[in-house]
Every structure is written in structure tokens, then in C-alpha cells.
């Protein structure tokens, strides 16, 4: 799934945004992205090293099983660092920020992940894949976004939302961790109960 969002949004990204900075900023605006260098960005950033991870995957995968957990470990790290280094270099604007984009950071992420887990509801998915499918479109690549904002727009404000966007991120998708994990015990414990009483029945 990662692997073909990641693809998808090479294209989408570069288009969508380049809209969006005429829409809001006007054609004169003095922030302009360049497309194609873009998606050779998002190429090198995103495809390139899925596709690494892949391969790995496929032909060492004892290898690729010890190292997720470090690379895991490091991308949160690296990530938190980000966050904390942009809020100490915008400090100053960092509260009126919080105000201005908090509210329509958790309403945007709290209605996708609403969005991904009925939808595959309606579509009749099981609830390990609408599980999947709800945290893949909470847990944004919010880094991609602020190393976008901090080089190819080279706009420190524009990052700013990103960062704000990666807290609402932890806090709701560890809340939701919560919540479906109770509701995986939850049916775990049933099929166990259901299984004792139809062997007693025999």
C-alpha cells in the first residue's frame, strides 16, 4: 500500500501543489515549484528507497527483519528532531501557528482516517485491512511535506503547518492504536468463548 501511494504521489504532488500556490498566492506569487525537478524529488525521496526497501525485503529478509526496527526507531527520532528544531527557529509565530492551523490539522486528520475506515467498510474489506487502510491515510509523510517547504519552496513558514500536522499525527494515531487494539482482544476473546461453549455442545 505504501508502495503504491508513494508512486501515485510523484505525480499528484507536484501538480496539485503548483495549483494550489497559483490558486492561493496568485500567478504573480513569488513561490514557484518547478515540477519536473520536483518529481525527481520525490522520486530520489519516496520510490527510490521503498524500492531498496523491497529488494532487501525479497533477498534478505532475516536481514530486513533485524533492521526494521532500528530504521523504524531512527525515523522517529529524526523526525521528532525536525519538529522541534522548526518550532525553536519559528518560535516566535509558533503560538499564533498552533492557533491558525491546529484546529484544521486534527479536523483534516481525524476526517481522512474516518474517511479510509468506512469507506473500506462499505467496500466490505475485513477489520485487519480497514485497520491498515485508517492508519496509512492518518500517518501522512509529514517530512516530505516540510523538506518540500524547506528546499524547493525554501519557505520556513510553510513548514510549520507540516510540523504541527506530525503532533496531531502521534496523538490521534496513538489513540486509534488504542482503540483497535482493544477491539482485536475484544474479538479475540469472543472466538475463545465461542469455541469452549460449541465444544461443550459436542
Known sequence: MTAIASIITVFTIPIVLSFSLVYFMGAGSEFQLPVA???ISLITLTILPVSIGMLIKRYAASFADKAQVMVSRFGVIFLSFLVIFLGYV???ILVEALVATGPVSLILNVSTMALGYYTSKWFGLNPAQRRSITMEVGLQNSTLS???????LANYKMSLTPAIY????????????????????????VDRENSVLAARRM
Open 37 to 39: 525537478k520536483t518529481m
Open 90 to 92: 519559528q518560535r516566535d
Open 146 to 152: 516540510m523538506f518540500m517547504a524547506l528546499t524547493l
Open 166 to 189: 506530525t503532533l496531531i499525527m502521534f496523538l490521534t494515531a496513538g489513540i486509534m492504536v488504542r482503540v483497535f487494539t482493544a477491539q482485536h482482544n475484544k474479538a479475540n476473546r
